[in-house]
């Protein structure tokens, strides 16, 4: 005999590979958040951070939990096609679930109502994902159904007025004329921070 192995004692435990497995087959849902905020323009100035989830807009009939589905794309595509729409509308009042801190899974936050933004293009990118900073693939229907309870409360608070200080802008080193580092929040590794670019 070359050797022995007490079976019994052995903890059953899934391989890394069935783990994916039945994670993929639960059931999800994308949400789309923001992923970058620009601090000198509009968006930024309306009280927009990044980490913030979209909703939908103020006065409007849709949100977007009348789109939500398992598949990014199809879903990216309908947020994109629905902020289209609204690119020109003058002031703007946008609505966004905001995470509280430290946030994992479990909706602990507010649906706050920005302040009006400009026509046009307003310095920020969104993303959609069955997973992002506060919440996972197998926990995201639930996550969503948190959001959509807390926004149906319709306790909205208004977004703190924020100032930007362009003298915290530096210049650009390299020979462009006119050419400055951005200054925006931004997620990394799941948390926002203030980067440069």
Wanted: aromatic share 8%; charged share 30%.
């Amino acid at each position: 005999m070359i050797g022995e192995a007490d079976t019994d004692s052995i903890p059953l435990r899934p391989l890394p590979l069935e783990c994916w497995l039945i994670e993929r087959a639960a059931p999800s849902v994308c949400l789309t958040f923001v992923s970058h905020v620009l601090k000198d323009k509009p968006a930024a100035a309306a009280g927009l951070l990044a980490g913030d989830f979209v909703i939908g807009w103020a006065d409007r009939d849709w949100t977007i939990f009348d789109i939500q589905g398992p598949d990014f794309k199809v879903m990216q595509d309908k947020v994109r096609s629905e902020m289209l729409k609204v690119r020109d509308v003058k002031d703007l009042v946008m609505l966004v679930y905001r995470p509280a801190q430290g946030e994992r899974g479990m909706a602990k936050g507010k649906i706050i109502k920005l302040r009006p933004m400009p026509s046009g293009l307003n310095g920020y990118r969104y993303t959609t994902a069955e997973s992002g900073p506060t919440f996972q693939r197998r926990n995201s229907v639930n996550y969503s159904e948190q959001i959509k309870k807390i926004y149906l409360d319709g306790k909205f608070e208004q977004a703190p007025a924020l100032k930007f200080d362009p003298s915290a802008l530096k210049k650009d080193t390299r020979v462009v004329p006119g050419a400055h580092q951005e200054l925006r929040d931004c997620l990394v590794n799941d948390a926002a921070l203030e980067c440069r670019d």
